[in-house]
T-cell receptor, first 114, second 115 residues
Framework: AQSVTQLGSHVSVSEGALVLLRCNYS??????LFWYVQYPNQGLQLLLK??????LVKGINGFEAEFKKSETSFHLTKPSAHMSDAAEYFC????????????FGKGTTLSVSS | DTAVSQTPKYLVTQMGNDKSIKCEQN?????MYWYKQDSKKFLKIMFS???????INETVPNRFSPKSPDKAHLNLHINSLELGDSAVYFC??????????????FGPGTRLTVT
């Protein structure tokens, strides 16, 4: 069975500081990994995805993530936080077959202070 | 030009009532899903449909019944609503046959409050 663990339910950074949100996964098959962002009272928006191509994946809004098989990790980073990055971030894993469910982590709330 | 839409956005109702949430996607996708987000923001799959046929039916009370009249629509009907059904329900869709089929596109959610 697949699972996702997001370390840190709440991360606080200052504007301009590095953002690091941690995600570890468990999967018996090669995983497909995703980061989604949820702004207050909105749906989920895809930030980036890993689908077995390049291990360093670039997404929208300056975010990127690196797939590390040896560490079973897919951490999300952004070099310089912006106030508008404050949101809930979800890491998710899929078996990669069309139509299968996304298995989500419990989410990390990112707060950005000025 | 909304990709995945849900109605209503907010739904407040009393225990014991029956209610429906509608979902439509205009992306031409073949697969649609319902997820439930609880008060702690945890997201869990409920159902998925591929071209109007049920693929995934997680351990969900049979008071919940999805209906897919065509591949662009997936509605969720809930009978005899209970307090524990209060949550945000998200509809999503994904295409088939390409690498992009592994990602899902989410609607804005329906916040259901049962009193």
């Amino acid at each position: 069975a697949q699972s996702v663990t997001q370390l840190g339910s709440h991360v606080s950074v200052s504007e301009g500081a590095l953002v690091l949100l941690r995600c570890n996964y468990s999967s018996s098959v090669p995983p497909y990994l995703f980061w989604y962002v949820q702004y207050p009272n909105q749906g989920l928006q895809l930030l980036l995805k890993y689908t077995s191509a390049a291990t360093l994946v670039k997404g929208i809004n300056g975010f990127e993530a690196e797939f590390k098989k040896s560490e079973t990790s897919f951490h999300l980073t952004k070099p310089s936080a912006h106030m508008s990055d404050a949101a809930e971030y979800f890491c998710a894993v899929s078996e990669g077959q069309a139509g299968t469910a996304l298995i989500f982590g419990k989410g990390t709330t990112l707060s950005v202070s000025s | 030009d909304t990709a995945v839409s849900q109605t209503p956005k907010y739904l407040v109702t009393q225990m014991g009532n029956d209610k429906s949430i509608k979902c439509e996607q205009n992306l031409g996708h073949d697969t649609m899903y319902w997820y439930k987000q609880d008060s702690k923001k945890f997201l869990k799959i409920m159902f998925s449909y591929n071209n109007k046929e049920l693929i995934i039916n997680e351990t969900v009370p049979n008071r919940f019944s999805p209906k897919s009249p065509d591949k662009a629509h997936l509605n969720l009907h809930i009978n005899s609503l209970e307090l524990g059904d209060s949550a945000v329900y998200f509809c999503a869709s994904s295409p088939l046959g390409t690498l992009s089929s592994y990602e899902q596109y989410f609607g804005p959610g329906t916040r259901l409050t049962v009193t």
